[in-house]
C-alpha cells in the first residue's frame, strides 16, 4: 500500500526542536476522504475488503456450529486474570475479571486480522469523518440489540464513552484523554469529537471499545464487584459459573450480527469453558485427560519433555507449532523507579546484567528461546545498528535530556559465557553498582545510609521460581539481598495495580500499527501514577512523552517506523524494562476434535472465535 499523509520532511519539520508533535492538530486517517459515509478505516492506505464484501478469507463461512471449546486462554485484557476471578465487570481498574468477557459485547467497528490496520463496520454501519477530522459521526444499525432484545442506540454509546473516560480501566480512560465529547444528536447517530491534540490514530484504539447498557448501569452502579453479568450485545452471553473455578459462555443464537459479512464463519462454539489453575501443572494434567480441549504451550521443559502422554501417542492429541503474529511483541522484566533505590540507571542495568539468559536457555529452556532485547520486538519498530539520519532528527534534540547511549548502537543486554557466573560481566555489574554508591560491606551492599540494596521478584507461579531463582542467586554473589514473593493470582493483581513490587515481568502483543494510545499506559508519564495502568517502572520522562507524540503524529508507515525506533532507543537506554525472551512460534496442542482454516491469518490467532467444532473426528477419538 503507498504511504500517504505527513510527507517524511514535513513530519521531521514537526518533530524538530521542542518535538511538539502531540499539540498539533490531528491528522487522524490523512488518506481517508471527510464528509463521505464509509464502510471502513484503515490508518495508512486503502481497505481490502470493499463495501458490500461477502466474507472475511480466513475464515470458513460453512464451519457448523456446535459443540464445547474448553481452552486456556493465552492472552487476556484489562483487569482479567487467568488464575482466578471474582468480578464479571471486566471495565473497571480494580478486581479479577475472566478472560474473554468482552466476547459478550460488541463495538463501533472491528479489526481484521488479514490487513494490519483496518477496521470494518460492527454497531456502526458506517462513519463520517468531519473536515477538521476530529469529529466522527457513526450511523448506527438499526437492528443491533442487546441480549434481552432491547435496541442498543447512541445514547449506549454516548453514556458507554463517558463512562469509560471518567471511571474506566486505564486501558479504556488513556486514550479518551483529548475527547471533549461524546453525543449522540438522534438514536441512530452518535458524534465522538477530539480537541484537535490527539493523536492521528486515537480513534484507531477507541472504535473497538466494548459497547455497555446505559440502562443497566444506570441501575448497577459501574464500580462495584459482582458476580453478576452486566448486560451484552455480543456474540457469546455468560452461562454457567463457579465464581474463581470455571465459567462459561454460551452463544447467543439470536445473536443480532451473527449474519453481517464481517462475522460470518465466526464463534462457533456452542460453548467457550474456561477453567482456571493455580498452577500450570495442574492445568497440564487437565490437558492430558481431555478436561481441557486446547492448551498453548510457554513452559519450554514441559513442551520438551512431558508431550508423550498416552493420548498424543494414540493420535487423540495434536501438537504442532503455528507461525506468530506479525506484531511486535515486549517480554521484560520491570524495574519500579518509585522505589528510590531503582531510580539510578547503573542499578538497573547492573540487576539486569546479573540474568544470565546464555545459562537459563541452555539449561532451563531447552534452547527453545531467543533473547528479547526490544520493547517491539519481531517488528520493523525494533532498533537496530545505528541511528538512522531520520531518527537522528528526532533523537537530537533531545540530546542532554536522554542517555547518550540512545545515539550508538542499539542498546543489547550482556551475552554471558553461559556458565551462571561470568566473572566479566558481573566485574562490570559491580563496577555500575559501585558508581551508583551501593558499596560492599560484608556479604551485602549498602548506601551511604547503610540502607541496604535489597530486590524482591514478584511473581504468582512457581514455574518463575525455577526461573529466577538462579538470577537472584548471582544477584546476591555480587551484594544484592535479592528473593522471591511468591503470592497467589488475586494479591498479585492487587499489587501490580497498586505498583506494589520491585521487580515484576509481563508479556503483551501491540497492534501491527501501534498507536500513541495503547503505548501510553506502558511509557508515558501520565499512567505513571495511575492505578491498574501498565507503566510498572514509573516511567516519567518527557522526553519519552514527546517521542511518544511523534508516533502519535506519524503521518505514514516509514514515519511510524522511525519514530517507533527513536522511542526503543531511549527506552532500552534508559533501562526502565529488563528483556527477557521471545519464540517466533505459537506451540500448541489441542485434541484432534476441531476444524481450522490454514494458512492462519497473520495478524491474530483467537482460536476460540475461529475454529469449529467437527463431529467425525471427535466421534474417531471418542469425543463425539
Partial sequence: ?????????????????????????????????????????????????????????????????????????PNWLYNQNTQTYNTLNSFVPTGDAPPRMELCFDSLMTPVLDEPDAFYGLIAESVVLSADRNSFDFALRPEARFHDGTPLTADDVAFTFNLFKSDGHPNLLLPLTEMVSAEAPDPQTFRLTFSGRQSARTVQA??????????????????SAGLEAPLGSGPYRVGRISAGRSIEFDRVEDYWARDLPINRGLYNFDRIRIEFYRERQAAFEAFKKGDIHFRQEFTSRTWATDYDFPALTA??????????????????????????????????QAIGMCFDFEWTNRNLFYDAYTRSQSCFERSDYKAVGLPSP????????????????????????????GSGRDRKVLGAASKLLDQAGWKRSGAFRVNDRNERLTVEILID?????????????????????????????????????????????????FSATPTRDEIDGLFHSRAASLPGSRNFPGTADPSV?????????????????????????VLRARRDWIPNWYSANHRVAFWHMFGYQEPKPDYGFPVEEMWWFDKEKAAAIGKG
Avoid at 38 to 56: I, N, T, V, W
Avoid at 207 to 215: A, D
Avoid at 328 to 348: G, H, K
Avoid at 399 to 412: L, N, S
Fill in 461 to 509: 507461579q512457581e514455574t518463575f521460581a525455577r526461573v529466577f531463582g538462579p538470577w537472584t542467586e548471582i544477584m546476591k554473589s555480587i551484594g544484592i539481598d535479592a528473593s522471591i514473593r511468591l503470592v497467589d493470582a488475586a494479591q498479585h493483581q492487587a499489587r501490580q495495580a497498586s505498583f506494589d513490587f520491585d521487580l515484576i515481568s509481563m508479556a503483551l502483543s
Fill in 206 to 223: 477507541v472504535i473497538i471499545f466494548p459497547i455497555v447498557s446505559k440502562r443497566y448501569f444506570t441501575e448497577n452502579p459501574f464500580g
Fill in 390 to 417: 531520520e531518527e537522528l532528527a528526532l533523537l537530537e534534540p533531545l540530546r542532554g535530556k536522554i542517555p547518550d547511549e540512545a545515539f550508538g548502537e542499539a542498546v543489547i543486554q550482556a551475552v554471558t559465557d
Fill in 545 to 569: 512523552d514527546a517521542l511518544i507524540d511523534a508516533v502519535g503524529a506519524a503521518g505514514d508507515r516509514q514515519g511510524l517506523i522511525t519514530a517507533m525506533r527513536a522511542l526503543d532507543r
Fill in 315 to 348: 493420535g487423540k492429541v495434536v501438537k504442532r507449532e503455528f507461525p506468530g503474529e506479525h506484531r511486535p511483541s515486549m517480554q521484560a522484566v520491570a524495574v519500579n523507579q518509585r522505589r528510590e533505590r531503582f531510580r539510578d540507571a547503573r542499578v538497573r
Fill in 1 to 73: 500500500m503507498a504511504a500517504r499523509g505527513l510527507s517524511r520532511r514535513d513530519f521531521l519539520a514537526l518533530a524538530g526542536g521542542a518535538l511538539a508533535a502531540g499539540t498539533l492538530p490531528g491528522q487522524a486517517f490523512a488518506a481517508t476522504p471527510t464528509g463521505t459515509r464509509l464502510h471502513g478505516l484503515s490508518a495508512f492506505g486503502d481497505l481490502k475488503y470493499p463495501k458490500g464484501f461477502e466474507r472475511l478469507d480466513y475464515v470458513n463461512p460453512g464451519a457448523p456450529k456446535g459443540g464445547t471449546f474448553n481452552f486456556q486462554p
